[in-house]
């Protein structure tokens, strides 16, 4: 062949918008069974199933850059921040839309929202035992056991974790989604507000449609007061937000409706700022509380571990003193205490005139009491101020009242 001239594999414009619309399900793929051969691209010939080898037969260009991030979406291997796990292909990989700009929508949602498997175990959580068995109940069985969740036994599809920040409620919703392998959509404000007039609310009605698509899926709103806090006089609101809050709204009204497993998680650290409606819609709302004596206790022993032949920690003195802390308190608590010693250390090793190899430096000391002391001292609770407040709207609100 002449130089300069286009190879024969060199697909045009037809071929790929024969190759896109079959990959997204809008138009079906040739099956050489039954006889029904598709168009075949005129600068190829290879089927549809040979067209990436084709592709790659050109020798790159953009052509190429475009045909591989197909292939990646056919093998579902990992999208940019890590879609989907590896494995065979069980469905298409975005449903079928009414229009390019939806397709558009849901890959940006891809991309940035669906995650793997958050490898968070119920083991790793310490304490929260009421909060644990009320998810169980309400998202991890009826998945596992989906005979007995019908009728007036369906599942709850909103369930709202409220307490104070700190207390673990993220992790929850990742052990939840690790438990039940569903998709795991982690939505924050940034992933549904765009600037532009209505894509907000299509990207909400995108997000749901993606969601029933892989389901069983769970949808996990962190923040969620952020996204829907209670609506006001038009005065006083945007109508931009009025909007996304009404179709956040109708798409979770339209969830209790159906069978499908999509549940909706939604986390916040004030309840008591949320909309009524989507109180209402957050059939089941569970407060995670700062941990116990013995939920601290063990936290203590797992930051800060007893080395045999060494000083004994005083668990039971840091127990009683951490009374209002939370778990991120609690962790706060323990770094400042081991950070002790090798401050004491960094101080040896800074006055020495030469510098030290690495594999010559000394071990850190162990953590003493005086070290617990003063990173008590040091790091005060954060989240003990409104206690009385997450207990009230758990009387009025809350799936389980204590007491």
């Not at 594999?9 to 024969?18: A, M, Q």
């Not at 109508?239 to 109708?250: H, V």
Request: some cysteine; hydrophobic content about 35%; overall charge negative.
């Amino acid at each position: 062949m002449a130089d300069g001239e286009p190879s024969l594999t060199r697909w045009t414009f037809e071929d790929f918008v024969v190759y896109y619309e079959t990959r997204l399900g809008i138009r079906r793929e040739a099956n050489g069974d039954d006889g029904d051969e598709g168009p075949t691209p005129r600068g190829s010939d290879h089927a549809a199933g040979h067209r990436p080898a084709a592709a790659r037969a050109n020798g790159g260009g953009a052509d190429l850059a475009v045909f591989e991030q197909f292939e990646r979406m056919e093998r579902k291997v990992e999208i940019r921040n890590g879609a989907i796990e590896d494995g065979p292909p069980q469905k298409p990989l975005l449903p079928s839309f009414e229009s390019a700009e939806m397709r558009n929508l849901a890959e940006t949602l891809l991309r940035d929202i669906i995650r793997g498997s958050p490898d968070v175990k119920w083991e790793s959580i310490k304490g929260l035992e009421n909060a644990k068995r009320l998810l169980k109940e309400a998202v991890v069985m009826p998945i596992k056991y989906p005979k007995y969740f019908t009728g007036l036994l369906s599942p709850w599809k909103g369930i709202l974790l409220f307490g104070p920040p700190g207390t673990g409620k993220t992790m929850l919703a990742k052990a939840v989604a690790t438990e039940c392998k569903t998709t795991f959509f982690n939505i924050s404000a940034s992933s549904i507000v765009s600037k532009w007039r209505g894509d907000s609310e299509k990207l909400v009605k995108v997000l749901f449609e993606l969601a029933r698509h892989h389901a069983p899926s769970t949808i996990f709103l962190d923040e969620i007061d952020a996204i829907i806090s209670q609506r006001g006089e038009a005065r006083s609101e945007h109508e931009a937000s009025r909007r996304l809050k009404t179709e956040l709204l109708i798409q979770m009204d339209g969830l209790t409706k159906t069978d499908e497993l999509v549940f909706v998680l939604a986390a916040t650290n004030l309840p008591w700022e949320l909309d009524a409606a989507m109180l209402r819609r957050l059939e089941k709302r569970i407060l995670v509380p700062l941990p116990e004596p013995d939920a601290r206790q063990a936290m203590f022993e797992e930051l800060l571990p007893s080395t045999p032949g060494k000083m004994e920690i005083p668990y039971n003195v840091l127990v009683e003193k951490t009374e209002g802390y939370s778990g991120s308190d609690i962790r706060l608590v323990c770094k400042e205490a081991a950070m002790q010693p090798l401050r004491r250390l960094m101080t040896v090793l800074e006055r020495r005139q030469e510098e030290v190899p690495e594999d010559e430096l000394p071990e850190v000391g162990p953590v003493t009491t005086e070290d617990i002391e003063l990173a008590l001292r040091n790091t005060r609770p954060s989240a003990h101020l409104h206690a009385h407040r997450y207990e009230k709207f758990n009387q009025d609100y809350g799936s389980h009242v204590h007491g």
